[in-house]
């Protein structure tokens, strides 16, 4: 009996403790498969974060690039409104971005970069944008003068700045003028023909002047090339320019900065697309109209014109000061 009793308690020991490792190795394995599970998962949650990282890394990237290339190539991207241009680029680590450049509310001014960055395995994208802004250039006036306006026919002036004029505006005819009128502009009156030359295309005359004879658009008065100017660009006028004919200056798409260096005097039809600059002074009748600006040193006598300042035109022409950002306009999607 004894034996049996000693017997039955082993057994009950070896039981025991088979049923106690069981349940040390269920657990073990549980924690060893949590582990592994976690470790997973951590896994994967790093890589997510990683490819995020990269994705919005290069969103970043994006935008500063754009920014860049706005500022490089205004002139070009500011010829359509509404723009919307797109460029593309990579980063050192594979990632990519996109860049779509966009003026909403067709204000060229203010200008729209939205940058969309994908990481190196094309798995995640992040996109932000951010407004932008540029300042006016140095000619807002549709028509700008030194001297007097003296107008008796049929006078229409757009633009949000019409008619800066360093004398008196004398008007015995139909003026329709929509914008702002600064009459007399002192400081205006006093600058020197340098000066104002200088303020308004950022050289002097002379070498505007060189520039011109260098690339062929240098004309006297009495033999211009009308036709070249379809291209666009810059022409120099020597001379007292008279027109009677049927002429354009200039495309929507391709305008032109055309400097008189002497009076102008027109009696036919003429269309300009850019910038008219006058070293003397400006006598106008028959079909006159100009699409940008118009600038006169002396008096300007017109009847029967019609001026629509176009300020993609000028700033396309003259540029303005660079894009900046616009403080609280980042946006991150």
Known sequence: MTNTHHNKIKNQRGITTLLITVILLVTVTLLVFFTAQYGI?????TGNQYRSKQAYQASEAGLEYGLAYLNQNSATITQNNPVNTTVSGSVANGATFSVTMTSPNNNTGQITITSTGTNGDGSTTHTISQITASGSPPLTYTITTQGSIIESGSFTVGGTNSLDVGGSILTSGSANVTGTITSPDVPLAAMTSAALFQKIFSTTQATEMASAQSAGTYYPAASVNYAQMNGGGTFWIQGNLVNSSSVTMGTPAKPVIVIVNGNFTNSGTLTV???????GATTASGSFSVTGAMVSQ???TLSGQSYVYNANIVKQLLGGSSYNKVPGSWKDF
């Open 273 to 279: 697309n850019g910038i008219l600059y006058v070293m």
């Open 41 to 45: 998962v951590q896994l994967k949650m």
């Open 298 to 300: 002396g008096n300007i």
